[in-house]
């Protein structure tokens, strides 16, 4: 039976130093990638008072905190599950009659019926701007616009 060699301190460090110069360096990104664990975008509304009207009586967000300033409502929270969105009011420094909403589109998810949910908008007065449909990525949804040109797609996976 052959004898092997006992590994010296200094053949040891040399493998180590073979296998450092070959093994690949950790991307800075990776180690230093940012985690979120929530998201809560905040929409600037014309008239506070309608948008909120819409995504509490419509939609179905319940109304979390509200801000004021000098006792004028400026803006509030709305709560839908674990969701959040802001609503504000525009100050209008950027001109009162600018679009809103263009060019961006904010996806929910639920698990709850989006066909169920859909017709409950509906009912409420919504108008959607797509029926439920299934998604060939898995998933059914609507999408709808509220009144300052925000768009809001609802959908639930369906497929895993």
Known sequence: MPV???KTKSSFRAAVSRKRKTAPAKSPAKSAALKMTEVSPSFT?????KSIAWYRDVVGFVIGERWEREGRLVGCELR???VS?????DDWKKGRDRTKGEGFRIYCSTTQDVDALAGQI???GGK???EP???PWGSRDFSLTD?????ITIGKETRR
């Open 147 to 151: 009144p300052d040109g925000f768009k």
């Open 4 to 6: 092997k060699k006992a």
């Open 122 to 124: 509906k009912a409420r």
């Open 85 to 89: 969105l802001m609503l504000g009011q």
């Open 80 to 82: 839908a599950g674990s």
């Open 128 to 130: 959607l701007d797509s």
């Open 133 to 135: 449909a299934d998604q």
């Open 45 to 49: 509304a014309n008239d506070l008072e």
